[in-house]
């Protein structure tokens, strides 16, 4: 599903957090948001996803006004995994995937919804977890039964905010390959939120770099992950090398403010 944000504002009360943000993001591309903390990330993923809304502003799916859409209807649409993994109710892990199948059905799942919830558990390497209690799982474990269930339903767009926070290095590149393959494999579109540089090198389409509100760089990782972006949104130097074909990202030193460019 190709997605079109165009002329983005979001506001806070007493605080403008989006300014302007324009982007597009194509059918089997994963796009990476990058920046320091408040420069507008999460806003901007809950606004696509519609759970808030712009001051301004156009956000499109496949050329239609998204502000046209149903909540059952983008529920079939987007796959959301948020940055909290915390439940207020007892639920096994199956159950818990399950969920992701409920635009599909109204009292009942369906033999084709346990089947498709046991392949995800299968992809996931969550079915030894199946029946466990999703509150007893470690943070990793419990934002990898996340995204299970985001991709319970078959989702055109999946949103990630920050999907490898919680995970050790090896399921964070187990997810990121599992997230790699599925755009392809399925067709699928991938907006994600990430703080790990080189993970966005790695796998990213394209990144988009946020600062204070506003799409300071967007391309690929060779045009926007440069030294003197590094330097001017994160007020760090870094240094910055070709590995194996891919970018690699090394924070050297703060800069300090007063050493900044103006």
Same mark, same amino acid.
Not at 132 to 148: P, T
């Given at each position: 599903m190709k997605v079109i944000v165009e002329d983005l504002y979001y506001s806070y009360p007493g605080k403008d957090v989006l300014k302007g943000v324009n982007l597009n993001l194509?059918?089997?591309e994963i796009m990476c948001i990058v920046g320091p903390n408040g420069s507008g990330k999460s806003t901007l993923v809950k606004c696509v996803e519609g759970l808030q809304k712009a001051r301004s502003g156009k956000i499109m799916f496949d050329g239609k006004d998204a502000s046209g859409f149903s909540r059952p209807e983008i529920a079939r649409l987007i796959g959301y995994v948020p940055q909290s993994s915390s439940q207020l109710f007892s639920s096994s892990v199956f159950d818990t995937v399950l969920m992701g199948r409920k635009p599909y059905y109204s009292w009942r799942c369906s033999d084709e919804d346990i089947d498709i919830v046991a392949n995800i558990l299968q992809l996931m390497e969550l079915d030894d977890l199946a029946m466990d209690d999703f509150n007893n799982l470690s943070g990793g474990q419990q934002q990898r039964v996340l995204?299970? =269930?985001a991709l319970a339903?078959?989702?055109k767009l999946l949103l990630l905010d920050e999907p490898t926070s919680a995970?050790?290095?090896?399921?964070?590149?187990e997810v990121m390959e599992i997230i790699y393959d599925l755009v392809h494999s399925r067709q699928i579109g991938v907006?994600?939120?990430i703080h790990d540089l080189n993970?966005?090198?790695r796998y990213a389409d394209s990144i988009v770099m946020l600062y204070e509100g506003r799409v300071f760089a967007d391309g690929c990782a060779r045009d926007?992950?440069?030294k003197s972006n590094i330097e001017e949104v994160y007020g760090v130097e870094a240094s910055i090398h070709d590995l194996e074909g891919t970018l690699s990202v090394t924070p050297v030193r703060r800069v300090k403010k007063?050493?900044? =460019?103006?």
């Amino acid at each position: 599903m190709k997605v079109i944000v165009e002329d983005l504002y979001y506001s806070y009360p007493g605080k403008d957090v989006l300014k302007g943000v324009n982007l597009n993001l194509s059918e089997t591309e994963i796009m990476c948001i990058v920046g320091p903390n408040g420069s507008g990330k999460s806003t901007l993923v809950k606004c696509v996803e519609g759970l808030q809304k712009a001051r301004s502003g156009k956000i499109m799916f496949d050329g239609k006004d998204a502000s046209g859409f149903s909540r059952p209807e983008i529920a079939r649409l987007i796959g959301y995994v948020p940055q909290s993994s915390s439940q207020l109710f007892s639920s096994s892990v199956f159950d818990t995937v399950l969920m992701g199948r409920k635009p599909y059905y109204s009292w009942r799942c369906s033999d084709e919804d346990i089947d498709i919830v046991a392949n995800i558990l299968q992809l996931m390497e969550l079915d030894d977890l199946a029946m466990d209690d999703f509150n007893n799982l470690s943070g990793g474990q419990q934002q990898r039964v996340l995204i299970a =269930r985001a991709l319970a339903q078959m989702p055109k767009l999946l949103l990630l905010d920050e999907p490898t926070s919680a995970l050790d290095i090896s399921h964070q590149l187990e997810v990121m390959e599992i997230i790699y393959d599925l755009v392809h494999s399925r067709q699928i579109g991938v907006m994600m939120v990430i703080h790990d540089l080189n993970l966005a090198s790695r796998y990213a389409d394209s990144i988009v770099m946020l600062y204070e509100g506003r799409v300071f760089a967007d391309g690929c990782a060779r045009d926007t992950l440069t030294k003197s972006n590094i330097e001017e949104v994160y007020g760090v130097e870094a240094s910055i090398h070709d590995l194996e074909g891919t970018l690699s990202v090394t924070p050297v030193r703060r800069v300090k403010k007063e050493w900044r =460019r103006n």
